[in-house]
T-cell receptor, first 111, second 114 residues
Framework: GEDVEQSLFLSVREGDSSVINCTYTDSSSTYLYWYKQEPGAGLQLLTYIFSNMDMKQDQRLTVLLNKKDKHLSLRIADTQTGDSAIYFCAERGGSQGNLIFGKGTKLSVKP | DTGVSQDPRHKITKRGQNVTFRCDPISEHNRLYWYRQTLGQGPEFLTYFQNEAQLEKSRLLSDRFSAERPKGSFSTLEIQRTEQGDSAMYLC????????????FGSGTRLTVV
């Protein structure tokens, strides 16, 4: 079945780069997404990548996709304390309308 | 358009009571999704609509749960005979079919069953 795995915690110092990793199982996934959730809030779409792309850059965010290994990563450059949140990886399968989410990676940024 | 709106933000109910939540999607979005999120977990898919048609329901959606989208605009999610295990954040999202732009989520309704 479909499954999305993420490490649960990441701690970095302010100004460093953060790299959050994700693996997924559905090889027919068409789009892969990164969402951010702050405490008590809904999910905010950060960025997404189409499955025929290897990389997408959007300001401080870089998404890398290794389709062969079904591995997705999100790099946040110059991490700030405001980036502290839970980051969710999600895949959307080819025939399904719904997104399948990982459990989320809690990013803590220390000053 | 102010995004996806959910009402209420919080709901506390006694076990056995019925509750209903409302979601107003982005007006030009034809798809609407309901997700449930418990503490420490990612959102879990419950059901989705394209216009007024309910196209898919998860196995998580027991017989006590029902969702409607009568005119293809707002949607309601009703839980009958609530149980403590229903305590969660209920998230609504909307999207435009045929695009990969991702879903826009509302802020959620936090349900506490006591």
């Amino acid at each position: 079945g479909e499954d999305v795995e993420q490490s649960l915690f990441l701690s970095v110092r302010e100004g460093d780069s953060s790299v959050i990793n994700c693996t997924y199982t559905d090889s027919s996934s068409t789009y892969l997404y990164w969402y951010k959730q702050e405490p008590g809030a809904g999910l905010q779409l950060l960025t997404y990548i189409f499955s025929n792309m290897d990389m997408k850059q959007d300001q401080r965010l870089t998404v890398l996709l290794n389709k062969k290994d079904k591995h997705l990563s999100l790099r946040i450059a110059d991490t700030q304390t405001g980036d502290s949140a839970i980051y969710f990886c999600a895949e959307r399968g080819g025939s399904q309308g719904n997104l399948i989410f990982g459990k989320g990676t809690k990013l803590s940024v220390k000053p | 358009d102010t995004g996806v709106s959910q009402d209420p933000r919080h709901k506390i109910t006694k076990r056995g009571q019925n509750v209903t939540f409302r979601c107003d999607p982005i007006s030009e979005h034809n798809r609407l999704y309901w997700y449930r999120q418990t503490l420490g977990q990612g959102p879990e898919f419950l059901t989705y609509f394209q216009n007024e048609a309910q196209l898919e329901k998860s196995r998580l959606l027991s017989d006590r749960f029902s969702a409607e989208r009568p005119k293809g605009s707002f949607s309601t999610l009703e839980i009958q005979r609530t149980e403590q295990g229903d305590s969660a954040m209920y998230l609504c999202a909307s999207s435009l079919a045929g695009t990969g732009d991702g879903y826009t989520f509302g802020s959620g309704t936090r349900l506490t069953v006591v």
